[in-house]
């Protein structure tokens, strides 16, 4: 029989190779890890919604039902408040930052952000959604609040970012900077199973994904690129398929498993693109560029954004290294308004 390692295990071992580390980081992850299990049991009994019962009603047990987004939420804030190592979150569910001003926490030496349930609206349709999470390290003094600096950290100082995908199976994806693993749930042991090694996302890729419901506002460059991913040429692989789940975990993990393009740009609607710069495009820049793949917002790195504000959005093109320098020429020379 195959030995399977475990999230746990793997943490434990990846410890091992830094004897300087003192464990931190360690329990922050596995607190991580048991919020996406009771996410994912959760959003498993999302369907059954019309027989215990719609958001804000009582089910048959006589429990309050909570929405998804709003527990996820929740569940990951008491996780990383219990591992005593997080001094404060900043969520997408939150308007401003949360600080874990008590006790242990105080001498929390990260603080995390995070997207708890991204893709929300799939839920409905029973499409995959995900969470988002990156773990920075605090600039604040420890034993004392955090504060919002902390929170404006660049991308390039990120400590670990990561995914969990609820979808056909399971998955937790993350990256503490020497490569990308993913992590399969596997309900009968209830255990994260290391089962996507050092993840590489391939340099050509022959997938697009992009809304395209907005293309009329689209920049010209993003226009005249969709419209090379769509123009025969056999020799090139194309015409390129189109793939667009809405949800950015779920399009982003296919792209870096099979290669392809992720593109939100700016649209009428969302003039600075609606993506997030701290708990959705940064985390994923990280990942991408730690695949081998990049990210920018259609000129700069993502990674060195300088954030203005925690909720603030950005552009952001990312993907196969070959398919995002093809993207960049388009910009370049047909121009990204
Ligand atoms: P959300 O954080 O409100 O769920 O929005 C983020 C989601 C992403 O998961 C997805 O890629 C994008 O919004 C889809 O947006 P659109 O429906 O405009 O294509
Ligand atoms: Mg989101």
Same mark, same amino acid.
């Given at each position: 029989?195959?030995k399977?390692?475990t999230?746990?295990?793997?943490i434990?071992?990846?410890?091992? +190779?830094h004897?300087?580390a003192?464990?931190?980081?360690?329990?922050l992850?596995?607190?991580?890890g048991?919020?996406?299990?009771?996410?994912?049991? !959760?959003v498993?009994?999302?369907?059954?919604v019309? $027989?215990l019962g719609?958001?804000?009603t !009582?089910?048959?047990?006589?429990?309050?039902?909570?929405k998804?987004?709003?527990?996820a939420?929740?569940?990951?804030?008491?996780?990383?408040?219990?591992?005593?190592e997080?001094c404060?979150v900043?969520?997408?569910e939150n308007e401003?930052?949360?600080?874990?001003?008590?006790? *242990?926490?105080l001498?929390?030496r990260?603080?995390?952000c995070m997207d708890?349930l991204?893709?929300?609206?799939n839920? @409905?349709?029973?499409?995959?959604?995900?969470?988002?999470?990156?773990i920075?390290?605090?600039?604040?003094p420890v034993g004392g609040p955090?504060? *919002?600096g902390d929170?404006l950290?660049?991308g390039?100082?990120?400590?670990?970012?990561?995914y969990? *995908?609820y979808?056909?199976?399971?998955m937790l994806?993350y990256?503490?900077?020497?490569?990308?693993?993913?992590?399969?749930l @596997?309900?009968s $042991?209830?255990?994260?199973c *290391?089962?996507?090694? @050092?993840?590489k996302i391939?340099?050509?890729?022959?997938?697009?994904?992009i809304?395209?419901?907005?293309?009329e506002?689209f920049?010209v460059?993003v226009?005249k690129?969709i419209k090379?991913?769509? +123009?025969?040429?056999?020799?090139?692989?194309?015409?390129?398929t189109s793939r667009?789940?809405?949800?950015?975990?779920? @399009?982003?993990?296919?792209?870096?498993?099979?290669?392809g393009?992720?593109?939100?740009?700016?649209?009428?609607v969302?003039?600075h693109?609606?993506?997030?710069l701290q708990?959705e495009?940064?985390?994923?820049?990280?990942?991408?560029?730690?695949a081998?793949?990049?990210a920018?917002?259609?000129k700069?790195?993502?990674?060195?954004i300088?954030?203005?504000? /925690?909720?603030?959005r950005?552009?952001l093109?990312?993907?196969?290294?070959?398919?995002?320098?093809k993207v960049? !020429?388009?910009l370049?020379?047909?121009?990204? /308004?």
């Amino acid at each position: 029989m195959n030995k399977v390692t475990t999230l746990n295990q793997f943490i434990i071992e990846q410890q091992a +190779e830094h004897p300087e580390a003192t464990g931190g980081l360690s329990r922050l992850l596995h607190h991580i890890g048991i919020a996406a299990k009771k996410v994912n049991r !959760e959003v498993n009994k999302a369907g059954l919604v019309d $027989i215990l019962g719609q958001a804000g009603t !009582e089910n048959v047990q006589g429990e309050q039902q909570q929405k998804l987004d709003l527990y996820a939420n929740e569940t990951f804030l008491d996780e990383l408040r219990a591992s005593g190592e997080c001094c404060g979150v900043a969520s997408e569910e939150n308007e401003d930052i949360i600080l874990f001003d008590q006790g *242990l926490c105080l001498n929390g030496r990260y603080i995390v952000c995070m997207d708890p349930l991204d893709g929300s609206s799939n839920i @409905d349709v029973n499409v995959s959604v995900g969470t988002i999470f990156s773990i920075y390290k605090r600039l604040s003094p420890v034993g004392g609040p955090a504060d *919002l600096g902390d929170f404006l950290q660049k991308g390039t100082e990120l400590v670990i970012a990561g995914y969990v *995908l609820y979808g056909s199976s399971t998955m937790l994806v993350y990256s503490a900077g020497d490569g990308v693993n993913g992590f399969t749930l @596997d309900p009968s $042991i209830g255990e994260f199973c *290391l089962s996507h090694t @050092d993840i590489k996302i391939p340099a050509n890729g022959k997938i697009y994904s992009i809304n395209e419901g907005h293309y009329e506002k689209f920049p010209v460059g993003v226009k005249k690129y969709i419209k090379y991913c769509q +123009e025969k040429d056999p020799r090139q692989g194309r015409p390129y398929t189109s793939r667009y789940i809405g949800s950015l975990v779920a @399009d982003f993990h296919r792209n870096m498993l099979k290669g392809g393009i992720y593109i939100y740009p700016e649209t009428d609607v969302h003039p600075h693109g609606k993506l997030r710069l701290q708990y959705e495009c940064n985390p994923m820049a990280f990942l991408a560029e730690q695949a081998g793949g990049t990210a920018t917002d259609g000129k700069r790195r993502i990674l060195e954004i300088e954030p203005q504000e /925690i909720h603030e959005r950005t552009p952001l093109y990312t993907g196969s290294k070959n398919m995002m320098s093809k993207v960049s !020429e388009f910009l370049d020379f047909f121009g990204n /308004i």
